[in-house]
């Protein structure tokens, strides 16, 4: 269903209030960890993460994104840092920012569109093995590794495997104790039985785990079983707000014309720009109401936010799948929770840094690994294996590759595979629309040919768009050999939510390539009728 986000953004303040609560405790520890884990002062991090909530938040069209600093970029950004310096490579930031603004206005979140299903259902898998598989080292008091690195090589030398090794030697009783207890009582607060006692809809998990984390940090100070500072959130505390232009720094412009700077701000521009309409893609497949965040709007959102963050010395930022999936399954409705994890996070460092300061990672640790488990349920792999070897093989391959390498390559490589697996099925052009037939109250026919892939879910996406309201449509399947999974859940998805709202009379589903066990379609009204317009190859 494609909406505005804005009509009436307090409509379900309390769900946004506790979900953006959770991403800002998610956020913190993983603004300053991308930050060390770049080689930029910490301070960037939080000021990303800020710009991200506020202002990306306040402009974008996304009712779960949330964007920030993000993983993907630490490679580049530390190279880049390291080459051109600080100051310097904060140009390139804003020049980046320029870039996107620009890709928006040339409609390039287009992009997006042309993942395949499997591949955006790994990514989240994988995102979600990866966060738990990161997570527990951090769980039991070990955190030589910088939070918010997701890929293999760890910046301390290990990978994600060794560092589960490693750990063994240096847990920690206090952080593991807490862990465990926040995991059970997360665990608890998720069962039905739960949900169903008012005051625990009001009071949420995450809060009351932090909450403890807290308490205990204060009554356990001293005895051997005490919280150490280097397992607690580390925020620079100010002796006053006098103090905030001293610790922020400026973009140096006359660095404009270096051509390093610019290839740089054109690197981070394309990279960003992949990793957030992965992103959006993804969100928007967990969406249970199928909402479609506009890609183009989110690009000049995006670019706005990187030209803010780079003239106030902020790091790079993306819509990032952790905090906007954590936003998801923790409740959240509307870009309002965004806006509000920003704002805590520059209430907090402004005036409470001491409270964060007493919030084990341990506590957060337990946050995450739930998190992670909704991304990678088991049902998940059930079902994309029920879907058959088309689906599966690439789900499994984007999984394996993430894990093993890092967000942007394991896509590649699980796009690839998609891709080897629609070239051997030999598709073809799946139908021909003509724009110029679609009037109001005409009666539409779209026939879908032999081979149907994913490669063409965005051109089907637009004809079932402008479809007009009051109209009635046919699609018809009846000569295709193939029709990929996308394709049907794209039609499935028009049909109970964009048809409803234009008020499409009928859709009347022609071809067995359009039913599986799975789907919804099979079940919609029938209808024949003689004066269809056809809109064929």
């Not at 993983?71 to 996107?100: M, P």
């Amino acid at each position: 269903m494609y909406m505005s986000t804005t009509s009436n953004p307090f409509k379900f303040w309390k769900a946004d209030l506790s979900a953006g609560l959770v991403v800002f405790l998610v956020a913190v520890p993983l603004c300053l960890g991308i930050a060390l884990a770049s080689g930029a002062p910490p301070l960037s991090g939080i000021i990303a993460g800020i710009v991200g909530g506020i202002v990306v938040g306040s402009l974008s069209g996304s009712k779960f994104g949330v964007s920030g600093p993000a993983a993907g970029l630490t490679v580049i950004v530390f190279a880049a840092i390291a080459s051109l310096g600080f100051k310097a490579f904060l140009t390139a930031v804003i020049l980046a920012g320029v870039i996107q603004v620009v890709l928006g206005y040339l409609r390039a979140g287009i992009i997006g569109y042309y993942f395949p299903n499997s591949v955006i259902r790994g990514m989240l898998a994988s995102i979600g093995i990866i966060i738990i598989l990161k997570q527990i080292p951090h769980a039991f008091g070990y955190d030589a590794d910088y939070e918010g690195s997701l890929a293999f090589g760890q910046p301390d030398g290990q990978n994600t495997f060794t560092e589960l090794l490693n750990f063994v030697s240096y847990i920690s009783p206090g952080p593991t104790l807490l862990a465990i207890t926040s995991l059970v009582l997360l665990f608890l607060w998720e069962q039905e039985f739960m949900k169903k006692i008012p005051l625990f809809k009001i009071v949420q998990g995450p809060l009351v785990v932090v909450a403890l984390g807290i308490a205990y940090t204060l009554l356990m100070q001293g005895s051997s079983w005490e919280i150490i500072p280097e397992h607690l959130v580390q925020i620079q505390v100010l002796d006053s707000l006098m103090d905030i232009g001293t610790l922020l720094t400026f973009p140096d412009f006359g660095a404009i014309t270096n051509p390093e700077v610019i290839l740089t701000a054109f690197t981070i521009a394309i990279v960003a720009s992949l990793e957030t309409l992965l992103c959006v893609e993804a969100t928007d497949k967990l969406d249970p109401d199928k909402f479609i965040t506009p890609t183009n709007r989110e690009l000049k959102a995006q670019g706005v936010g990187n030209i803010v963050s780079g003239l106030i010395g902020g790091l790079p930022l993306t819509q990032v799948i952790v905090r906007s999936s954590a936003n998801l399954v923790s409740g959240g409705k509307t870009k309002l929770s965004a806006i509000f994890h920003g704002a805590l996070i520059l209430i907090f460092v402004l005036f409470l840094p001491v409270v964060l300061n007493l919030i084990p990672l341990s506590v957060l640790a337990a946050i995450l690994i739930l998190v992670g488990f909704k991304l990678a349920k088991p049902s998940s792999f059930v079902e994309m294996f029920n879907k058959g070897w088309y689906q599966f093989i690439p789900f499994i391959a984007t999984i394996a590759a993430i894990l093993l390498t890092d967000l942007l390559v394991g896509i590649g490589i699980g796009l690839t595979v998609g891709l080897v697996f629609i070239l051997y099925s030999n598709f073809k052009s799946p139908f021909f629309v003509d724009k110029d037939a679609y009037h109001e109250n005409d009666e539409f026919k779209i026939v879908l040919s032999q081979e149907t892939s994913f490669l063409n879910k965005a051109s089907i996406m637009y004809a079932l768009r402008n479809i007009p309201s009051d109209s009635k449509l046919t699609i018809d399947a009846s000569n295709s050999v193939f029709v990929d999974d996308d394709v049907r859940e794209l039609i499935e998805d028009f049909i109970d939510h964009l048809a409803i709202e234009k008020n499409i009379k009928t859709v009347l589903i022609h071809g067995e390539r359009l039913h599986s066990n799975n789907s919804k379609v099979h079940l919609q009204e029938i209808v024949d009728k003689d004066n269809m317009k056809s809109a064929t190859p």
